[in-house]
T-cell receptor
């Protein structure tokens, strides 16, 4: 079965420190990979995506993610965390043959402490 | 580009009434739209896939007669929660299938908070 795993329910990071939010997937073929952020009582905001090409993808708000095909991972990273980065982060994967269908991770709550 | 709107952003209704939520693709045409439900602190749960001019495809466990979906045009899909009950209270998010460059992806609306009293 196809799946996306975000192994950490919550990640705590001190402001100014680097952060990593993990995502691994089990999807056939060459999937598209996405990260979204959700602030309380708000909709999803697109952060970044990997379609093809360079494995390191840069996105909004200083976030980046690295696609690792051998490890089937797409971890989200930021060199220096801000308190305002505190939110819920979702990893999603789509199979290009699936007519837009997305497989969602469970989400990771990121808490940045001042 | 690729902006999706939802209306209303929040709604409070009495138990037993019906509520309609609209999802519009503002600057592109979407033959496929998706409706999700999200419980607090949980991931998105796909309810149904809506294709313009045809019947929606519902995910297992989603009641078709409870959650009526209409996708009558290439820019509008509606979700009607019929005879709403408190357990239908949730955050409903729609998305529209579009292209970014030459790749297909979903573009998300801001969500609708439904509270049934």
């Amino acid at each position: 079965a196809q799946s996306v795993a975000q192994p950490e329910d919550q990640v705590n990071v001190a402001e100014g420190n680097p952060l990593t939010v993990k995502c691994t997937y089990s999807v056939s073929g060459n999937p598209y990979l996405f990260w979204y952020v959700q602030y309380p009582n708000r909709g999803l905001q697109f952060l970044l995506k990997y379609i093809t090409g360079d494995n390191l993808v840069k996105g909004s708000y200083g976030f980046e993610a690295e696609f690792n095909k051998s490890q089937t991972s797409f971890h989200l990273k930021k060199p220096s965390a801000l308190v305002s980065d505190s939110a819920l982060y979702f990893c999603a994967v789509s199979n290009p043959d699936s007519n837009y269908q997305l497989i969602w991770g469970a989400g990771t709550k990121l808490i940045i402490k001042p | 580009g690729a902006v999706v709107s939802q209306h209303p952003s929040w709604v409070i209704c009495k138990s037993g009434t019906s509520v309609k939520i609209e999802c519009r693709s503002l600057d592109f045409q979407a033959t496929t739209m998706f409706w999700y439900r999200q419980f607090p602190k949980q991931s998105l749960m796909l309810m149904a896939t809506s294709n313009e001019g045809s019947k929606a495809t519902y995910e297992q466990g989603v009641e078709k007669d409870k959650f009526l979906i209409n996708h009558a045009s290439l820019t509008l899909s509606t979700l009607t929660v019929t005879s709403a009950h408190p357990e239908d209270s949730s955050f409903y998010i729609c998305s529209a299938g579009g292209t970014s460059g030459s790749y297909n992806e979903q573009f998300f609306g801001p969500g609708t908070r439904l509270t049934v009293l």
